[in-house]
């Protein structure tokens, strides 16, 4: 995170920083950022995050299916998806790419599904 934030505000990117405390003392934090915000704890933090976020892109080691990485999480979820442990619009929240580009345009056009969940429930319920 440190890496990419670090990249991101040397190019003039806007970067926010949200770190916990005990992050700080322990000379974790990028402090050449021009707005760090310290925290208390990590769930503290990721309620920060949320609330300032339009959006999440996990990287590095998220959902950049580099040479395949996630393939059986994206098999497991198609599974849960067949067997109707989850609706196939949740299902289709995981964007998934081999390429950050790619990845980023899917973001940049993602529109969050309308999901029933009572349907969902009396689907199941009706099987």
Do not use: C
């Not at 322990?26 to 949320?50: G, Q």
């Not at 067997?83 to 949740?90: D, G, P, V």
């Amino acid at each position: 995170m440190y890496e990419i934030a670090r990249v991101v505000h040397e190019n003039g990117g806007e970067v926010i920083g949200v770190i916990p405390r005990g992050m700080v003392e322990r000379e974790l934090a990028y402090s050449d950022l021009p707005d760090l915000r310290i925290v208390a704890s990590m769930h503290e933090r990721k309620a920060m995050m949320a609330g300032l976020a339009d959006g999440f892109i996990a990287l590095p080691g998220g959902f950049l299916n580099t040479a395949g990485y996630f393939d059986k999480l994206l098999e497991f979820l198609n599974h849960a998806a067949a067997e109707r442990f989850i609706q196939a619009e949740h299902r289709a929240m995981v964007l998934v790419e081999k390429e950050p580009a790619s990845l980023l345009e899917k973001f940049d056009a993602y529109v969050p599904p309308d999901a029933d969940m009572a349907r969902w429930a009396l689907d199941l319920t009706n099987g």
